[in-house]
């Protein structure tokens, strides 16, 4: 059974930033892709951002191009940098590991 934990959230001001990490231990996968997903308030979670294996990248329109998914290798931790951040991205952002495990989450809260 796969541990995969998330990180880096919190509470920041409209504008801003924060970079979340997933890293997961004891994967049975020799590689795995990795998909953030997000849960909003009174919301149904929807994927953010996906990397694979191979290293392609895929985004949910409403990134817009202020988020950006990135790791170092096919079991290394996966980043999710998110800039310039609005109120409708507070959420629990969760960390979805090869297809079958997922993170308990990361609360990021945007408000001034």
């Known amino acids: 059974q796969a541990h995969v934990v998330e990180s880096g959230g919190g509470v920041v001001q409209p504008g801003g930033s924060l970079r979340l990490s997933c890293s997961v231990s004891g994967s049975r996968f020799s590689a795995y892709g990795i998909v953030w997903h997000r849960q909003r308030p009174g919301e149904q979670r929807e994927m953010v951002a996906s990397?694979?294996?191979?290293?392609?990248?895929n985004y949910a329109p409403f990134t817009k191009g202020r988020f950006t998914i990135s790791r170092d290798g096919s079991k290394a931790p996966a980043y999710l940098q998110m800039n310039n951040l609005e109120p409708e991205d507070t959420a629990v952002y969760y960390c979805?590991?090869?297809?079958?495990?997922w993170g308990r989450g990361v609360q990021v809260t945007v408000s001034s």
């Open positions: 979805f590991c090869g297809g079958t495990y």
């Open positions: 990397i694979a294996v191979s290293g392609t990248t």
